[in-house]
């Protein structure tokens, strides 16, 4: 039976006992992990509060062969990005963020750029008010990362750049076209949405987030990357329809 170390952000936990948790966290060097954490609901549990979701913590754990799941040693908080009273629309943006990390990473397969876009992205929704913005640099930098964004750059039919000056998005095969070879076809992205882009890839997020985004680009921006999201994982995200409500208040 072997145990690791690691740098981990929690994604969820749900019951498995009475008193018994299992928590998921995304770690640096392992990928996610999916653990139990035994007598975490009796009232001197050490790790009760370590294991919140959305923690940032350094956390032991002990993997058997053949087991699917680990067992929690120890843990240490390092930051809880959901102070004594956040509001709602960090919570949904977290949880949003969350899933997103669940579903695309494999359990035991490390991802450490994905692993640092979520640290990063919850440390900048907790400097202030979470904008539409956070929300839609996080989804495009984890396709990205994960390698499923396209190249929108070049119209693939008339070799056109495009990736200043709009494009139609062809999901199924991960294609741009301009706007004469679309023929209004696909998940269209305007100029403005297209140069948004360019700026996500140079900006870190709480950076990014303070930046003017026009309602306009929130909506392409946000049609394309549901898409892409609805494509490649095969459903759309739960969190997702809650963080939309709540960016809609």
Not at 95 to 123: G, T
Not at 202 to 210: A, H, Q, R, V
């Amino acid at each position: 039976m072997s145990v690791f170390e690691a740098e981990a952000v929690v994604l969820r936990q749900y019951p498995l006992s009475d008193s018994d948790r299992i928590v998921v966290f995304m770690t640096r060097e392992y990928g996610k992990i999916r653990a139990v954490a035994h007598g975490v609901k009796k009232p001197k549990s050490l790790i009760a509060g370590d294991i919140e979701p959305f923690n940032h913590i350094r956390i032991k754990f002990q993997f058997q062969e053949g087991k699917e799941l680990g067992r929690i040693l120890e843990t240490e908080l390092i930051d809880s990005f959901l102070k004594k009273n956040p509001d709602l629309l960090q919570i949904y943006t977290y949880s949003y963020f969350a899933e997103i990390v669940n579903e695309m990473v494999q359990e035991n397969q490390p991802n450490i750029p994905l692993f640092r876009l979520l640290l990063a992205s919850m440390k900048a929704g907790a400097i202030a008010r979470i904008p539409v913005s956070l929300a839609r640099y996080f989804e495009i930098w984890a396709l990205r990362l994960n390698g499923l964004l396209p190249d929108y750059t070049h119209c693939v039919h008339c070799g056109k750049c495009v990736k200043n000056a709009g494009f139609w998005a062809w999901i199924e095969s991960g294609e741009a076209r301009c706007e004469a070879c679309a023929r209004s076809r696909g998940v269209h992205v305007g100029a403005k949405s297209a140069v948004m882009i360019e700026k996500m890839m140079k900006l870190p997020p709480e950076k990014f987030m303070i930046l003017p985004f026009e309602r306009e680009s929130a909506t392409e921006l946000e049609k394309l990357t549901q898409r892409l999201l609805g494509f490649h994982l095969e459903k759309q995200l739960k969190s997702f329809r809650i963080l939309r409500e709540a960016f809609r208040e």
